[in-house]
């Protein structure tokens, strides 16, 4: 698998940080939608190849596929989603997981979450899109860290 293009900050925290502050320049939802939905274009290519049935997340309502790779020192994701909407939701969730230590992926809550007000703002099967998609990347970090 190439490599990944994150992490983007040194931490999850300092990307929590990042992406509350980011979230913080816009005055309403139509224009955090949209950040969404620019950040999803900027998810890495996504082999058709990996678009199996193995790799699709189920619990979206959404088509999601993710693949993770590495070990307990650093795990990578990748994943893609036929929404555009959902798409930038993985990227914010790879932005604070990808590419870190297994350890670090566990201790990290999802504080950004509230910090920019997604959970109010998502409709319920995007809302447990989003719980399947973060109980993937801990399930695997919890198994690397296991094995």
């Excluded at 992490?7 to 980011?22: D, F, Y």
Aim: charged share 20%.
């Amino acid at each position: 698998m190439p490599t990944s293009s994150f992490p983007l900050e040194a931490t999850a925290a300092a990307a929590q940080a990042a992406i509350a502050e980011e979230f913080g320049f816009f005055a309403d939802w139509a224009e955090r939608y949209q950040y969404l939905i620019d950040l999803g274009h900027k998810l890495p290519a996504f082999p058709d190849a990996l678009k199996t049935e193995d790799n699709r997340l189920h619990g979206c309502q959404s088509l999601v596929w993710i693949v993770a790779s590495g070990d307990a020192s650093r795990l990578d994701f990748r994943a893609v989603s036929d929404s555009a909407i959902v798409s930038g939701l993985i990227f914010l969730a790879l932005r604070v997981y990808s590419g870190r230590g297994a350890a670090e992926i566990v201790d990290t809550h999802p504080d950004y979450i509230a910090a920019i007000g997604l959970a109010r703002h998502l409709s319920p099967t995007r809302s447990n899109g989003l719980a399947a998609l973060l109980a993937f990347i801990q399930q695997r970090a919890h198994a690397a860290l296991a094995a």
